[in-house]
Nanobody
Framework: QVQLVESGGGLVQPGGSLRLSCAAS????????MGWYRQAPGKQRDLVAR???????NYADSVKGRFTISRDNAKNTVYLQMNSLKPEDTAVYYC???????????WGQGTQVTVSS
């Protein structure tokens, strides 16, 4: 009964910026970790960034210094600010949340990010 609604994807030129949002609603479990994964055509789904409820963050090496993950616990929303975008960032980006109870995990529907001139 948890729904994750993603927004903010789109087409952007190299060097541009996008901000992704993911809002969780109808949750029946306590959310600990919120994160973003991405999957390019023919590739595996990889972690981009994650953030715990306490604010601890982790980033993939490929996005360090360019992307920033943040969250608003009152709104049950996680954000991904993406700057200095590269064509290699083109992928479907998926929001992911995990509860303190590790039985609970949910995925968003995915939002397309295309970086192209």
């Amino acid at each position: 009964q948890v729904q994750l609604v993603e927004s903010g994807g789109g087409l952007v030129q190299p060097g541009g910026s996008l901000r992704l949002s993911c809002a969780a609603s109808g949750s029946f479990f306590s959310i600990n970790v919120m994160g973003w994964y991405r999957q390019a055509p023919g590739k595996q789904r990889d972690l981009v960034a994650r953030i715990t409820r306490a604010g601890t963050t982790n980033y993939a090496d490929s996005v360090k210094g360019r992307f920033t993950i943040s969250r608003d616990n009152a709104k049950n929303t996680v954000y991904l600010q993406m700057n200095s975008l590269k064509p290699e960032d083109t992928a479907v980006y998926y929001c992911n949340v995990k509860g303190y109870d590790l039985r609970y995990e949910r995925w968003g529907q995915g939002t397309q990010v295309t970086v192209s001139s």
